[in-house]
């Protein structure tokens, strides 16, 4: 029975600790530098995205990508388990301005 106990307070736990986390705004990561840098500046998407190149052209972009809700984990004997609903923006930085131009949702479950 104490084993039970511990396993639910552990979940519990972990879930409580990532609500506190993504309120805090940690659950956020800015991409602005790739091994090809390329693909963070509109003329690299110009022949895949030609409406983006056309009225950014040749800007910066960065990807934004953050939790768009905390991640639940599920704990049991065997493994560990998330899920995470996340939100990917690509922005173009022009003038010192951010302008999100495109928005992915995605959840993804994931088995530690």
Not at 10 to 37: R, Y
Request: net charge negative; glycine share 6%; proline share 4%.
């Amino acid at each position: 029975m104490s084993d039970d106990f511990t396993l639910i307070y552990s979940e519990k736990l972990f879930n409580k600790f990532c609500g506190f986390m993504a309120q805090a705004g940690k659950m956020q990561m800015i991409v602005d530098e790739l091994h090809d840098q390329a693909l963070l500046n509109t003329a690299g998407w110009r022949f895949i995205v030609p409406q983006l190149y056309k009225r950014y052209p040749n800007d910066d972009m960065q990807i934004n990508i953050s939790a768009s809700s905390p991640p639940v984990i599920q704990v049991t004997y065997q493994d560990i388990g998330a899920t995470l609903s996340v939100d990917i923006t690509i922005d173009v930085l022009e003038g010192g301005e951010v302008i999100p131009v495109a928005c992915i949702s995605v959840v993804g479950l994931l088995n530690l």
